[in-house]
Nanobody, 125 residues
């Protein structure tokens, strides 16, 4: 499984960005795809995830109602639409994939097998 994340950049507070994560490889190995982020000096944290089989899509409390994860079946891509961005959203954003996870594990980075390269999101105040 290979994951390619892109779409990061510099945006002012209150602005929007859309990240994309394109996946290739065996579909059964990437039934769950997730977004995580890591700010300088901080631990990697969960943002959102999606389970293709039942469309379950949990979000971190810090991004709920601002970020929306969506998918495009034909191109095996998930998107993270980020609205009302705040300076504290500044981080490197990573996409990840796993073959199958129970809902309670979808927010845990160590449950994911495959990781893409990060894409930097910088939100200026």
């Amino acid at each position: 499984v290979q994951l390619q994340a892109f779409g990061g950049g510099l945006v002012q507070a209150g602005g929007s960005l859309r990240l994309s994560c394109a996946a290739s490889g065996r579909a059964s190995s990437r039934n769950v795809m997730g977004w995580f982020r890591q700010a300088p000096g901080k631990e990697r944290e969960f943002v959102a995830a999606h389970r293709w089989s039942d469309r379950s899509t949990p979000y971190a409390d810090s991004v709920r109602h601002r970020f929306t994860l969506s998918r495009e079946n034909g191109v095996n891509t998930v998107y993270l639409q980020m609205n009302s961005l705040k300076p504290e959203d500044t981080a490197v954003y990573y996409c990840a994939a796993a073959s199958g996870l129970i809902t309670g594990r979808m927010s845990q980075a160590d449950a994911y097998t495959y990781w893409g390269q990060g894409t930097l999101v910088t939100v200026s105040s």
